[in-house]
């Protein structure tokens, strides 16, 4: 049994951020673009993580820096949340393309 390195965190973080650029850009409903943010977020944790556990002299920084991440998604995630909510009181669609007269 082979043991996991960094390289396999890595390849695994990479492809987390690439399916969360990837849902992004394709989805048109804005809770969908919420969870490919996130995937994004926890590709960065995986990252922060990883060189914690596997570089000197990188000890308790990524740990901190993931916490610190965890904390401003939830914030992220509840803020971009009522304004969907609100959004779609208004309007009653979650439909990104929709919200073009909210330009400033």
């Known amino acids: 049994m082979t043991e996991?390195?960094?390289t396999h965190f890595l390849i695994?973080?990479?492809f987390l951020f690439a399916c969360?650029?990837?849902c992004i850009a394709t989805k048109r409903n804005a809770v969908g673009i919420l969870m490919g943010v996130e995937l994004v977020l926890n590709a960065a944790n995986i990252n922060f993580v990883a060189f914690t556990r596997y570089l000197p002299g990188?000890?308790?920084e990524g740990q901190v820096f993931a916490v610190l991440v965890i904390?401003?998604?939830a914030a992220e995630a509840?803020?971009?949340l009522a304004i969907i909510l609100n959004f779609y009181n208004n309007r009653g669609t979650v439909d990104v393309d929709?919200?073009?007269?909210?330009?400033g």
């Open 4 to 6: 996991l390195g960094l």
């Open 12 to 14: 695994l973080s990479a």
């Open 20 to 22: 969360g650029l990837l």
């Open 58 to 60: 990188f000890r308790i």
């Open 71 to 73: 904390v401003l998604a």
């Open 78 to 80: 509840a803020v971009a």
């Open 98 to 103: 929709q919200a073009n007269d909210l330009k």
